[in-house]
């Protein structure tokens, strides 16, 4: 991450203004920079346990950051891909793109819809998009555990409800650690509940155990 530092500042600065330039914020209006930067967290914190090489630094890092751009900033794949392009190898361009390309849901009226078995079938089988899509949702639910209004309350329990099958779903138990869903991130995540989970453990249900 010290060798690279000023690609990864650049990847933020670009995908910050991306989402800035469509007026997307986040939460009570937050810029929409500070999700991303929440994602990013995580990939610093955890990428260690998933990165296969030194040339995957980078895309790794541009996932992160460009996570939404086409489902949420109006960007297509070769958009993407041309981003890419002009920052990293034609490689680490294709990685990055296709992480970004399985990160972003499909087309549908509901939450369900919108990750359904297709939408998981992709990130599974995609370097990378586990993880990445883990540290998406431990920001999101970190955001939803800090305030105490009646949206984050509610995204509590809708985080909290489809934890066991959102783990599922991510995880294709693969021995290439591209595709780890570290226990540790888990774990992490499971601290912003642990309240409501002492409860459920005191019932058996311990799905954070299991990863």
Not at 22 to 30: A, F, I, P, R, S
Not at 96 to 119: I, P, Q, S, W
Not at 162 to 181: C, G, K, T, W, Y
Request: charged share 25%; with cysteine.
């Amino acid at each position: 991450m010290e060798r690279y530092a000023d690609k990864i500042e650049a990847f933020r600065q670009s995908a910050h203004a991306l989402h800035q330039s469509v007026n997307q914020t986040y939460g009570d209006e937050l810029p929409y920079g500070y999700h991303l930067d929440m994602v990013v967290n995580g990939i610093r914190d955890f990428g260690h346990l998933v990165c296969a090489g030194e040339e995957d630094v980078l895309p790794l890092f541009f996932g992160g950051y460009y996570h939404d751009s086409i489902e949420d900033a109006r960007l297509t794949y070769n958009d993407v891909l041309k981003v890419a392009r002009e920052m990293m190898t034609e490689e680490q361009a294709l990685m990055a793109t296709e992480l970004v390309y399985a990160l972003t849901n499909d087309k549908g009226r509901t939450r369900a819809e919108r990750a359904g078995e297709r939408y998981y079938k992709g990130i599974r089988e995609t370097p990378y998009a586990p993880f990445v899509k883990l540290c998406d949702r431990l920001a999101n639910i970190t955001y939803s555990c800090s305030g105490v209004d009646g949206n984050n309350l509610h995204m509590k329990e809708v985080y909290k409800h489809e934890m066991p099958h959102f783990l599922a779903s991510i995880n294709p138990h693969s021995d290439d650690q591209r595709f780890n869903v570290p226990q540790e991130t888990v774990l992490k995540l499971a601290e912003c509940l642990i309240d409501d989970l002492e409860r459920e453990e005191q019932n058996g249900k311990v799905w954070w155990h299991e990863y």
